[in-house]
């Protein structure tokens, strides 16, 4: 079945740090791409996606590309604030058919000033 | 109509009694999906529907749910002698249709089961 696999948190990085969370997809078709992040006490939000190979998605200084060669959709952001800490979730979702999203476990990330 | 809505936010039930959750989705929206999320887990899929229509259930939905969407408006989730097992979160959310449509989630209710 398809599946995502996250780095395993948490993760703590200092203010201005560099931020990359890895993701790995598992499908059997061509799926869209999605990072959700869920901040304390708030519903999960759409942060970017990407729905084919090669597209980068772009969010808050937040970026992703899809990697069909290595089934990678990797997080990253090039300087933190203590505000983007949160649990940050990857997604699939199969592009044909009525399919539901498929997350991976998340990963928490805690930013100190 | 800003978002997804879900009712109640805190649900505290004694084990073995019956509950029901309500979500309210994006007015143009036509799929509404029920997720399941534990402590540090990510969101699992309980049930989907386009419309009225429930195309899809998980096999994590036991007979002790069920799901209804009447006239493809609010959604309702519905368990049945609750147990221990089944304090979670539970997520709804709603998209158009369409190749890479982001859903929106509603807030959640978070069950538990004493």
């Known amino acids: 079945g398809n599946s995502v696999t996250q780095m395993e948190g948490p993760v703590t990085l200092s203010e201005e740090a560099f931020l990359t969370i890895n993701c790995t997809y598992t499908?059997?078709?061509?799926?869209?791409l999605f990072w959700y992040v869920q901040y304390p006490g708030e519903g999960l939000q759409l942060l970017l996606k990407?729905?084919?190979?090669?597209d980068k998605g772009s969010n808050k200084g937040f970026e992703a590309t899809y990697r069909k060669e290595t089934t990678s959709f990797h997080l990253e952001k090039g300087s933190v604030q203590v505000s983007d800490s949160a649990v940050y979730f990857c997604?699939?979702?199969?592009?044909?058919?009525?399919?539901?999203?498929?997350f991976g476990k998340g990963t928490r990330l805690s930013v100190i000033a | 109509d800003t978002g997804v809505s879900q009712d109640p936010r805190h649900k505290i039930t004694k084990r073995g009694q019956n509950v029901t959750f309500r979500c309210d989705p994006i007015?143009?929206?036509?799929?509404l999906y029920w997720y399941r999320q534990t402590l540090g887990q990510g969101p699992e899929f309980l049930t989907y529907?386009?419309?009225?229509?429930?195309?899809?259930k998980s096999r994590l939905l036991s007979d002790r749910f069920s799901a209804e969407r009447p006239k493809g408006s609010f959604s309702t989730l519905e368990i049945q002698r609750t147990e221990q097992g089944d304090s979670a979160m539970y997520l709804c959310?709603?998209?158009?249709?369409?190749?890479?449509?982001?859903?929106?989630f509603g807030q959640g209710t978070r069950l538990t089961v004493v």
């Open positions: 959310a709603t998209s158009w249709d369409g190749t890479g449509a982001e859903a929106f």
């Open positions: 007015s143009e929206h036509n799929r």
């Open positions: 997604a699939l979702r199969m592009s044909s058919g009525n399919t539901p999203l498929v």
């Open positions: 499908a059997t078709g061509y799926p869209s």
């Open positions: 529907f386009q419309n009225e229509a429930q195309l899809e």
């Open positions: 990407a729905t084919k190979a090669d």
